[in-house]
């Protein structure tokens, strides 16, 4: 192995402070942010209280920051999915997919994102905003013939409801299969909703 293959290491207040906001998503997924103290989350990382203090100002940031971090990310997944050259049919059911598994794979971050976003959508700029993409995926797929759904914040908040609301009923336990067992049924719903040919 080279010098130049080797990963370059992580300052440790990098470090530290991404396991901060790892152990912070888990609690704040667990417990809520209202219900996460400072405490908790330095008890959890294996530091003091005042070590936390040097990464953030405040819970609230550590929320917000948890927040921009996993929410851009699928805002940008969702983005690059819906720039593949395919069938719209095709784009709904990678869109599915990837809803159902960042569920299975990553609940903490799926309840996280789901139970905080009225909290933090306001300081959302439409670059990193998952609805503001899904729309500007249905306008395009609107404008194109691909849906019969002319308003494009409706066909995004009818393709949303009818993804999020099992996940819902599966973070509550109504559901007991993983939610990617169910993504067939929800892609042809989200099809069928839309209009899609």
Known sequence: MTA???PIPLRKGAATRNRILAEALRLFADKGVEGTSIRDIALAVGIVDAALYRHFRSKDE????VFLLHYGALAEAIAEIGEHKQSFRQTVR???DHFCTLFDEQPAVFAFILL???DHLAGIGDEANVVETLRQIMQRAHKSGDIIVGDANVAAAMALGTVIQPAVFKLYGRLDKPMKS????LTEAVCRALGVP
Do not use: K, M, N
């Open 182 to 185: 169910y993504g067939g049924q």
């Open 116 to 118: 905080q976003q009225h």
């Open 94 to 96: 990678q869109l599915v």
């Open 4 to 6: 130049a293959s080797l």
């Open 62 to 65: 550590i929320a917000s920051e």
